[in-house]
């Protein structure tokens, strides 16, 4: 059976007095919660890993294809793996928009994170435009082939779906909306590795929030979430956690 994940990925945003919002993450955790993971910006990945204890883990929002040289600005895999760091948000749409990352381009940070024993998460989803469409299944099943790197194991790679229209609007996928991909997600993952890839974890993404997770997670093939603004405060974020733990 997959794992079950509650990933926060903070984005641009946080402070250094924002981290204790780590600490009383740690306090309000349920007993027996599944795994966490908040992934904070990158000047704050030594103090937050300085902060969390084992119940929360901290992970990066990015990494580079290259374990080293001229970069500037970049920060390697093997880096995060060296400050402790055992998990990577990679191809979120907003790098992919912002930074005009390919799949090709996520593929190689995937195999990067792997190198360093990292757990890439890796994100996928359509746009408004390619949903009204019809196009949803054909850019998720595009997106999978050519992101996936071979080898894949649910040791090594999470795979978010994320639509990018629901991502910070308030807008969420349907119930239906989010089985489908989903299912054809799981499908996919288990053609193509087998039994291992039909255990890979599969989170939702696109406003999730305390009220809106238990539903999200009664749905068959989603093993957890990745969570934007809600993952900033404890306050939001635990119940989410304890959401999934009875899901």
């Known amino acids: 059976m997959p794992r079950k994940l509650a990933a926060g990925n903070w984005k ?7 981290l204790a919002e780590l600490t009383a993450l740690e306090q309000a955790m349920p007993t027996d ?17 300085g902060t969390a204890t084992k119940s929360v883990a901290i992970g990066a929002q990015d990494c580079h ?3 080293s040289g001229a970069h500037t600005g970049d920060v390697s895999a093997d880096m995060l793996a060296d400050l402790g760091i055992g998990h ?11 930074h005009d990352e ?4 996520i593929a190689a940070k995937t195999k990067a994170a792997w190198s ?5 998460i890796l994100c996928i989803g359509e746009s408004a435009a390619e949903r009204d469409a019809g196009q949803t299944l054909d850019v998720i099943t595009r997106q999978l082939a050519n992101s996936v790197p071979d080898g894949a194991t649910p040791d090594t790679l999470v795979i978010a779906y994320e639509p ?16 489908e991909v989903h299912a054809a997600i799981r499908a996919q993952m288990a053609q193509r590795f087998g039994d291992t890839g039909a255990d890979i974890a599969l989170l939702y993404g ?11 997670f009664a749905v068959k093939d989603v093993d957890g979430a990745l969570v934007g603004g809600a993952s900033l405060k404890a306050s939001d974020f635990a119940p989410i956690v304890d959401a999934l733990k009875h899901s």
């Open 88 to 98: 990577v948000i990679v191809g979120h749409s907003e790098r992919r928009t912002d």
């Open 65 to 67: 294809p290259a374990a």
């Open 164 to 179: 990018i229209w629901a991502i910070g609007t308030g807008a969420v996928a349907t119930i239906d909306q989010i089985a």
């Open 33 to 49: 919660a599944p795994d966490v993971v908040i992934c904070p910006p990158f000047p704050y990945l030594t103090l937050a890993t």
């Open 102 to 105: 390919s799949d090709a381009t």
């Open 12 to 18: 641009m945003n946080g402070s250094t007095a924002a």
């Open 206 to 216: 696109g406003s999730v929030k305390a009220g809106n997770a238990a539903d999200i």
């Open 116 to 120: 360093a024993g990292l757990v890439a």
